[in-house]
């Protein structure tokens, strides 16, 4: 298999959904693995000064309007979720906490779960309670789920990949990385696409 993909992603954005829902398949294309990556978008706005899309003037209300576009065009089910955006920390938390227990594809079934909660059923993944539900209609152990959303070793473990996706220079979602090649929004997964097919150009 070659070179990893790495995909880094907010549990509250609405593009990284989009992503997350062509980007296995751009993988199996290829032949290549996919790493799932969520992040806090809030630590780049923090670092960076900025906002959400969709609460700037102008952007926000063009945001909306592309994001039901793509979702048209892609085929995807969607909807803008309310509240929105929200604090995704008991999603990431969650996600690492499974995958160092039960692997990187019963997280990932965690992470789409999550996904589709928020963007097509409008459940709250800012509230924990939700996430841990969300966990245990996966068959995975709830009272576990929620004994880790406070575990140290998860805040540490979730506070290291946000520094590390920094350190990356992940300023979005969805961020793909292939090797030193970086790529930002679902509509460059194409791009990526293309560069996997030839290379790079």
């Given at each position: 298999?070659?070179?990893?993909i790495?995909?880094?992603?907010?549990?509250?954005?609405?593009?990284?959904?989009?992503?997350?829902?062509?980007?296995?398949?751009?993988?199996?294309?290829?032949?290549?693995?996919?790493?799932?990556?969520p992040?806090?978008?809030g630590?780049?706005?923090?670092?960076l000064?900025?906002?959400?899309?969709?609460?700037?003037?102008?952007?926000?209300?063009?945001?909306?309007?592309d994001l039901?576009?793509?979702?048209?065009?892609?085929?995807?089910d969607?909807?803008?979720?309310?509240?929105f955006?929200?604090?995704t920390?008991?999603?990431?938390?969650a996600y690492?906490?499974?995958?160092?227990?039960?692997?990187?594809?019963r997280?990932?079934?965690?992470?789409?779960?999550?996904?589709?909660?928020?963007?097509?059923?409008?459940?709250?993944?800012?509230?924990?309670?939700?996430?841990?539900k969300?966990?245990?209609?996966?068959?995975?152990?709830g009272?576990?789920?929620?004994?880790?959303?406070?575990?140290d070793?998860?805040?540490?473990?979730?506070?290291?990949?946000?520094?590390?996706?920094?350190?990356?220079?992940?300023?979005?979602?969805?961020?793909?990385?292939?090797?030193?090649?970086?790529?930002w929004?679902c509509?460059?997964?194409?791009?990526?696409?293309k560069w996997?097919?030839?290379?790079?150009w």
């Open positions: 298999m070659s070179q990893a790495d995909f880094y992603f907010d549990f509250s954005s609405p593009y990284g959904y989009l992503g997350s829902q062509r980007i296995d398949a751009i993988g199996e294309k290829h032949n290549c693995a996919v790493n799932w990556r992040y806090l978008m630590a780049v706005f923090k670092q000064g900025t906002s959400p899309l969709v609460s700037q003037p102008v952007k926000g209300p063009y945001s909306r309007h039901m576009r793509s979702a048209r065009l892609y085929g995807i969607f909807n803008i979720p309310d509240p955006p929200v604090h920390v008991a999603a990431c938390r690492y906490w499974v995958q160092d227990s039960a692997g990187d594809e997280a990932k079934q965690l992470a789409q779960a999550l996904y589709r909660g928020y963007f097509i059923d409008n459940c709250n993944v800012g509230d924990a309670e939700v996430v841990v969300t966990a245990a209609g996966l068959g995975l152990d009272e576990a789920v929620a004994a880790a959303l406070q575990d070793a998860i805040k540490a473990r979730l506070r290291t990949e946000v520094d590390a996706a920094l350190e990356k220079g992940v300023f979005g979602a969805p961020f793909f990385i292939y090797g030193d090649e970086r790529f929004g509509d460059r997964i194409d791009h990526l696409d996997l097919e030839t290379g790079g």
